[in-house]
């Protein structure tokens, strides 16, 4: 009876072991980071120095048929750059270019995956196998020697990235309306290749704006003063 209790007993334990082993093994490889339009350029300051460590970041769409291969090969490239003693500080990195418009316009993203290096200040685009192997020799050694490097293009400021959102909420609604989306579309024709034009309409849209609320404020203040007037003229 006591071999038998003993024996669950270690049976348990073991148990218990795996399933400790599994979590931890999950805990180390799940370390992709995935990155947005708010919080690229915080966690990887691409175009500040890059003080956090190199990147190596995936831009992907989730209906991508090569995307959707390339994932295994990203977790394990990242399982074996975290084995490596010592460290290189790599960071693997994805994006959904889908939901991350400003990330897809500042990289130009035309294709998926699109896979780009930021390693000492500068931007490397990867174009080769995608294998592990490749992956791993390319972001350790093989880009000091790529014949191409681009220049990381700095984030746009609030404004411009407010305007684009402003303008994409606006799209959106417009979409079942062609008038309205034909307005829209010459209003971005002015703004992105006549600037002295979109200056002078805004201007003007400020001072009819400014004449307008004036007269309004005009009017509403008479007919107040007169029906004062009125007021103290029925108590007389």
């Known amino acids: 009876m006591k071999s038998n209790q003993s024996f669950t007993s270690s049976g348990n334990k073991m148990t218990i072991l795996a399933v400790v082993a599994a979590l931890l093994l999950l805990s180390v490889s799940g370390t992709v980071i995935n990155l947005?339009?708010?919080?690229?350029?915080?966690?990887?300051?691409?175009?500040?120095?890059?003080?956090?460590?190199?990147?190596?970041?995936?831009?992907?769409?989730p209906w991508c048929g090569h995307c959707k291969s390339l994932a295994p090969i990203w977790e394990q490239l990242d399982q074996r750059l975290q084995?490596?003693?010592?460290?290189?500080?790599?960071?693997l990195a994805k994006?959904?270019?889908?939901?991350?418009?400003?990330?897809?316009?500042?990289?130009?993203?035309?294709?998926y995956p699109t896979l780009k290096y930021f390693a000492d200040r500068r931007m490397y685009p990867y174009k080769g196998l995608r294998t592990v192997d490749a992956l791993y020799d390319f972001v350790t050694e093989g880009y000091k020697t790529a014949t191409t490097t681009e220049t990381i293009p700095v984030p746009p400021s609030l404004f411009r990235a407010k305007?684009?959102?402003?303008r994409r909420k606006v799209r959106q609604m417009t979409e079942k309306h062609d008038h309205l989306k034909y307005l829209l579309d010459d209003f971005d024709h002015i703004v992105q290749f006549r600037k002295n034009a979109a200056a002078v309409l805004m201007i003007l849209g400020m001072m009819v704006g400014f004449f307008v609320g004036t007269m309004v404020c005009w009017i509403a203040?008479?007919?107040?003063?007169?029906?004062t007037k009125e007021v103290k003229s029925?108590?007389?």
């Not at 919080?39 to 300051?45: A, R």
């Not at 084995?83 to 960071?91: K, T, Y």
């Not at 889908?98 to 990330?103: D, I, S």
Request: net charge neutral.
């Open 36 to 61: 947005t339009d708010e919080t690229f350029e915080h966690q990887t300051q691409a175009s500040t120095g890059q003080t956090t460590g190199k990147w190596f970041v995936k831009f992907y769409a």
């Open 163 to 166: 305007m684009k959102e402003w």
């Open 221 to 227: 203040m008479g007919r107040f003063a007169g029906g």
């Open 234 to 236: 029925k108590k007389d």
């Open 95 to 111: 994006v959904d270019a889908t939901k991350n418009p400003q990330l897809s316009n500042r990289f130009q993203i035309q294709s």
């Open 83 to 91: 084995q490596d003693e010592p460290p290189h500080g790599i960071l």
